[in-house]
């Protein structure tokens, strides 16, 4: 018989999932039923998240391509600052309608369904820009970004999902912020490349040859990545690499409702905070990409190019942020405290660019700019992987749609918000306005409760397997499978 076990993390106390006599229950309702697999790691799963992370490049890197050279494209198509605006701001706006059907669709048809349609709208976006290159043909390269936007809807979601599904339990927060790290390189590039392909000159014939190269160069990449997701993406592996997806495999998928999933969610309460202050601290970040060619050029006239490469700073300090981020997650499980230092740190890289931005010395933007890059843009992994850990078991995919649906409507608003304030008064207010927000964060982020329930579930499995040394393998599989099943009828019956 599995014995109680007790949790092994001091953040993780709540065993309020278990029981000893539910579990005496459980084993012979189970005893019938055939043991789970065993768990194994394969090294095709790096395969499966660097190529996840280079197709999620190539959408993101669009993401921004329009706004890091505003003043070039507002001039070729004869459009008005705010319409280029909403070739960044169109990627958050599809995603807020879509995001509910798709996480549906993931968790009905999964990862390699999900992959190829990401791919293949993303490759179509690209070819239509390609034919977009002339002044009157907005309204095409406008389709173009929007088919591209919808790509992502299927994109963003998928980081913690190919985490759980394809990495162990010591692993799986490294390998989401991997998958993060392809978003945010592909947001780098777009800062960068840009505007060194297409320079601020004055023929309209040579700019539009500049643009057409761009456009070529990204439907390029977009049809190579999607030949190699058909060929090599696949969906799970055939053993599962934790306990926790053992368990998930054998819960019938009769016995799962999307819409019961959106309830429990919602009724979570840690959950919700977190979903808020992911969506203001993300928000701001996307406020901050898609503006960032007017703030720098507003103080530092023809320095479209340095805009750019402050741009990639901003970008590529988060990734270096994310990375670390994951490393001490895997190792520590300290998911709130880290949070709550990385959110506290954002609010001050902010506070440090809005006053130095203005100073008239771009070294100091830089420094100042990488600064609040490592801790705003590395936060985005650890949002996604403190949801799954307070949303266990429930879906991946549903529980980070919804913080990148909150992300979407937060950037939307402060997009719009900040660059009305920056018109009517200055870049210094637009940023306070942004800082006043991280400043709630922060604030809501203290109050968030850290209940760890995946860690919790991994913890008793391995504490069954300890405590009784001496059984089967079966058996122990048998015990394992029972714990998992007894966490989640139990998380199931707290929420409702």
Known sequence: ????????????????????TAATDAEVTFEHRSAPPETRLYKKRWVIVFLFSLYSLCNSYQWIQYGIINNIFMRFYGVDSFTIDWMSMIYMLTYIPLIFPVAW??????????????????CTGTWIKVASARPDLFPVTFLGQFTCSVAQVFILGMPSRIASVWFGSEEVSTACSIGVFGNQLGIAIGFLVPPILVPNVDD?????AHIRVMFYITA??????????????QERPDIPPTHAQAAARRISPENYSYTASIHRLLRNKAFILLVITYGLNVGCFYAVSTLLNRMIIEHYPGEEVNAGRIGLTIVIAGMVGSLICGIWLDRSKTYKQTTLAVYLMSLVGMVLYAFTLDLGHL????????????????YLPLGFEFAVELTFPESEGTSSGLLNCS??????????????IMDSFNTLAGNLFLCAFLLIGTIITACIKSDLRRQLANQQALAAVSIKPNLSAKHLHKCTLQLHFIHYMHYIGDIN
């Not at 018989?1 to 993780?12: A, Q, R, W, Y």
């Not at 669709?105 to 993303?122: H, Y």
């Not at 100042?368 to 705003?376: D, E, H, Q, R, V």
């Not at 992300?407 to 997009?415: K, L, M, P, Y």
């Open 1 to 20: 018989m599995c014995d109680e076990s007790k949790p092994v993390d001091g953040e993780v106390n709540d065993n309020k999932y278990f029981s000893k």
């Open 105 to 122: 669709l993931l968790d009905k048809k999964g990862l390699r369904v999900i992959a190829l349609v990401a791919a293949a709208l993303n």
């Open 204 to 208: 309209l014939d040579e700019l539009a």
């Open 220 to 233: 390029g990449v977009a049809t190579f990545l999607f030949v190699l997701v058909v060929i090599v993406f």
């Open 363 to 378: 070294w100091v933007v830089f420094i100042t700019a990488g600064t609040l890059g490592f801790f705003m843009t590395g």
């Open 407 to 420: 992300a979407q409507v937060f950037g939307i608003i402060f997009t719009i918000c900040q660059g009305k």
